[in-house]
């Protein structure tokens, strides 16, 4: 079982890599194994359309993206965190998610992983709605089975973190609907 954790923030301590922290060691005492993919390490350059990955099941612009889908590709689970930015995701996270379509156009190779989103706001209603929409639209045109926090869209957080304890109850909804649906599945 391979759990991937994408933090969508530039800030190598922000929020969203705290947030992926504990997500990641939510699974690790599970006994799963966990990616981390932070974007505050690695630089995606936007898409530019070339459809090489039209006829080629990678992208020749970018071999760090290569390397996350490659994770992604074998991971059960897709979990991602961003900071909300002008209501919606960040553009790291955006590039990241668009450089994920050669796994779509050969062979769609998402299909069916559990997906989960998780926004941090510097206040509390500044568009983390909006921006998990923009990642359950990703998790959706990808082909994946999303959850939410077992009540509403997902996690929604706000600074100060560490003050957010309702938030901090929608990270745990959220890991704990992961972790149901995963184990549903692998009674299957
Ligand atoms: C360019 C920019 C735009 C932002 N836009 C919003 C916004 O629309 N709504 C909001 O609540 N916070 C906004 N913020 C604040 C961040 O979302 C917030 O500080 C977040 O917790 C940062 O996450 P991180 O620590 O993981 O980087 C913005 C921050 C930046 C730098």
């Not at 350059?45 to 992604?72: R, S």
């Not at 045109?141 to 706000?158: A, E, L, P, T, Y």
């Not at 609907?177 to 549903?184: I, N």
Request: hydrophobic share 40%; charged share 20%; net charge neutral.
């Amino acid at each position: 079982m391979l759990i991937a954790c994408i933090s969508g923030s530039p800030r190598e301590n922000g929020n969203s890599v705290k947030i992926i922290n504990k997500v990641a060691s939510y699974f690790q005492e599970k006994g799963a194994r966990t990616e981390i993919i932070k974007l505050s390490e690695i630089n995606i350059a936007p898409c530019i359309h070339c459809d090489f990955c039209k006829t080629n099941d990678y992208c020749n612009q970018d071999e760090k993206a290569n390397e996350v889908n490659g994770i992604l590709e074998q991971a059960d689970a897709i979990i991602v965190a961003t900071p909300v930015y002008f209501g919606g995701i960040t553009g790291q996270l955006k590039c990241l998610l668009d450089k994920t379509l050669p796994v779509r156009r050969n062979g769609f190779r998402l299909k069916g992983k559990v997906g989960a989103a998780i926004a941090t706001g510097g206040t509390r209603n500044g568009g983390q709605e909006l921006a998990i929409k923009d990642i359950h639209a990703w998790m959706l045109i990808q082909g994946m089975v999303i959850v939410g926090d077992n009540s509403h869209f997902g996690g929604i957080v706000h600074n100060p973190l560490e003050k957010d304890d309702a938030g901090d109850m929608t990270i745990e909804g959220t890991i704990q609907a992961v972790s149901d649906l995963l184990a549903r599945m692998v009674k299957l």
